[in-house]
């Protein structure tokens, strides 16, 4: 603490304190600074506060910190503090447990909302005949004479609501080729 502080050139961090000790306080403050100097050097269009990019900064230390404390050895059912071999093989079993609640959330939210799905389409198909062939962007017309068309969007009012619902009808038909 009464030394010169953390190097300006190469900031570290103190994991094993908060955010809030003298030293990490110094080193958000040497980070905020860099960001500020590289933002006015590479003149950036969008300038931030001080205090903005200083709790931006403190929550990726916060975030680091966790994931530092949680890759410290634990202590074992018997007693003893962990090898590098059992910390690993703890933060890859509880890795697999997060990646395995995030697939079943997925799942479940891509599975849940197919009865409301089937109307969307329908109503989509409708929509589709309704406008028919001109309807849509021909961006895949066939070109000859090796001339080159420029096809141009005609901004229409009742499109804008509908540009969403269009664009997905274009991508599930590229890829389901098979239902089109």
Request: aromatic share 6%; glycine share 6%.
């Amino acid at each position: 603490e009464d030394g010169p502080g953390p190097n300006p050139e190469r900031p570290q961090f103190d994991l094993a304190k908060n955010s809030k000790s003298p030293w990490n306080s110094a080193v958000l403050g040497i980070l905020c600074q860099q960001l500020k100097d590289q933002c006015t050097t590479e003149q950036w269009p969008i300038q931030r506060p001080d205090t903005y990019i200083r709790r931006l900064l403190t929550e990726r230390y916060k975030r680091l910190r966790t994931t530092w404390r949680n890759a410290q050895p634990k202590l074992t059912e018997k007693g003893t503090v962990e090898t590098p071999a059992e910390t690993e093989a703890r933060l890859v079993t509880e890795r697999q447990v997060v990646l395995k609640q995030c697939r079943q959330t997925t799942r479940r939210r891509s599975t849940e909302g197919n009865e409301d799905d089937a109307g969307a389409w329908k109503w989509l198909q409708r929509l589709v005949k309704t406008l028919g062939e001109h309807g849509m962007s021909s961006d895949e017309s066939d070109i000859g004479n090796d001339v080159e068309e420029v096809l141009r969007i005609k901004n229409m009012g009742w499109r804008r609501s509908i540009a969403r619902e269009l664009d997905l009808v274009d991508l599930q038909r590229l890829v389901d080729t098979d239902i089109f």
